[in-house]
């Protein structure tokens, strides 16, 4: 038996997010299903990293499943790439150790999100960005986005209906930077809670827009009201771009 990692690129536009549902496509579905084919185990289980909304893509997600295949480890990105939709592909497959979980052995994650600022929305991006027609102060988003590095209480940036228990987090990263017409937005941390980029995100637009006073961020962290915070922007314009591992955690 042995343990796989695959990293994995998805358009998520026409999934339901990244976990397998009862009554809708997701992306651990698809790929498990070509994984099947492919080594001819029914019982094979992707173990994902995160658990990607419906809309939101993906650069590096990452993935691990057991097998007793003797394919080798690093050709089963070339096979299942033969085999899956266009909007799903894999990055790159090879052997880990049997400590390994794709989940579980998580340093951080590094998200981006991507707007569109303009009168009118693109052909072209409309599926990666969100649009927003009104002009942004992105100097103002920076300096708000900068709030948010260190170790704090996010509580107030969980979306409603969420029910982890520990809501402390520590934000390594969090840039605001513009190029023409697109505004991106970077952030890197240990872990988030759910939608908590999409509510980062909506609250920048609020700051960079004049809708929201400067200081939200550290308003919210104080108080921990969800309504002290911005809506929370469309899931299109959301990427997971990279799960980060200790280097010995990789090594078999």
């Given at each position: ?101 794709a989940r579980f052995s998580t340093k951080g ?144």
């Amino acid at each position: 038996m042995r343990r796989i990692q695959l990293i994995i690129e998805y358009d998520g536009t026409n999934y339901a997010g990244w976990q397998r549902q009862e009554n809708a496509l997701a992306v651990q579905q698809v790929v498990e299903e070509r994984l099947r084919k492919l080594i001819r185990e029914p019982g094979i289980v992707l173990h994902g990293a995160s658990r990607t909304d419906a809309g939101v893509h993906a650069l590096g997600q990452s993935a691990h499943f057991d097998t007793e295949s003797r394919i080798p480890a690093e050709k089963f990105s070339y096979a299942l790439n033969t085999m899956l939709p266009p909007d799903v592909r894999i990055r790159l497959s090879r052997q880990v150790p049997e400590t390994f979980h794709a989940r579980f052995s998580t340093k951080g994650k590094r998200y981006r999100y991507l707007f569109h600022v303009h009168p009118h929305a693109g052909a072209l991006n409309r599926l990666t960005h969100a649009h927003i027609i009104y002009p942004l102060d992105t100097q103002r988003m920076a300096r708000e986005a900068s709030a948010l590095v260190g170790t704090h209480d996010f509580a107030a940036f969980a979306a409603s209906g969420s029910v982890v228990k520990d809501t402390v987090r520590t934000i390594y990263r969090a840039d605001v930077t513009r190029d023409g017409d697109e505004v991106k937005l970077i952030v890197e941390g240990n872990g988030f809670l759910y939608n908590m980029v999409r509510i980062i995100a909506g609250t920048l637009v609020g700051v960079g827009s004049g809708k929201l006073e400067p200081g939200a961020f550290a308003r919210a962290i104080e108080s921990g009201n969800r309504l002290d915070l911005g809506v929370t922007a469309p899931a299109h314009g959301l990427t997971l771009m990279e799960v980060f591992y200790n280097a010995e955690d990789l090594e078999c």
